[in-house]
């Protein structure tokens, strides 16, 4: 949605660390999300984080937000390629949820 | 516990024709979305149900889509006449009130 922008591509070598950056618009959102597509599966939450933090670690898995820029980044560490997907940002705001139009990243040996 | 479970999951009609998508949410789950994704683009919003009531279809084309969720549980989402433009996967989400979002594989729809 044009509400939420990221970068379409991410190329990565394994064992390296990702870092996908999403914007939003919406300074009401209430939480911000990372979801993981794979090749003709569906949606997959990975992990969100509440507007009033500006952190959250979750195994390998970091989201940094910063609501005054309103951008959030999500860093894979140790990126394997089992990460190979595409990862959409999103907010919700008045209960609705907006996506990001997703960023490929591609894992290479 | 089952997912969202979709069907069919591919669909090949062609233009004017009309298609109908099967969604069954997550047990217990009494809010119900239909979105749709575009190849290249994220899932946009088309319906939310709560229960088997409408929250919100303001992005619905309603000159050709329709969707209901009469005992609201299973939800059907309809395209009358379908146009080019309509082939993208539609996915079908659940969830507890307005919480976590689980996504079901999707159904994906080519229109000739």
């Known amino acids: 949605g044009e509400d939420v922008e990221q970068s379409l591509f991410l190329s990565v070598r394994e064992g390296d660390s990702s870092v996908i950056n999403c914007t939003y618009t919406?300074?009401?959102?209430?939480?911000l999300y990372w979801y993981k597509q794979e090749p003709g599966a569906g949606l997959q939450l990975l992990t969100y984080i509440f507007s009033n933090m500006d952190m959250k670690q979750d195994q390998r898995l970091t989201v940094l937000l910063n609501k005054k820029d309103k951008h959030l980044s999500l860093r894979i560490a140790d990126t394997q390629t089992g990460d190979s997907a595409i990862y959409f940002c999103?907010?919700?705001?008045?209960?609705?949820?907006?996506f990001g139009a997703g960023t490929t990243v591609t894992v290479r040996a | 516990e089952a997912g969202v479970a979709q069907s069919p999951r591919y669909k090949i009609i062609e233009k004017r024709q009309s298609v109908a998508f099967w969604c069954n949410p997550i047990s217990g789950h009494a809010t119900l979305y239909w979105y749709q994704q575009i190849l290249g683009q994220g899932p946009k919003l088309l319906i939310q149900f709560q229960n088997n009531g409408v929250v919100d279809d303001s992005q619905l084309p309603k000159d050709r889509f329709s969707a209901e969720r009469l005992k609201g549980v299973d939800s059907t989402l309809k395209i009358q006449p379908a146009k080019l433009e309509d082939s993208a996967v539609y996915l079908c989400?659940?969830?507890?009130?307005?919480?976590?979002?689980?996504f079901g594989e999707g159904s994906r729809l080519t229109v000739l």
């Open positions: 919406d300074s009401s959102s209430t939480y």
């Open positions: 999103a907010e919700k705001a008045d209960y609705k949820l907006s």
């Open positions: 989400a659940s969830s507890r009130n307005t919480g976590e979002l689980f």
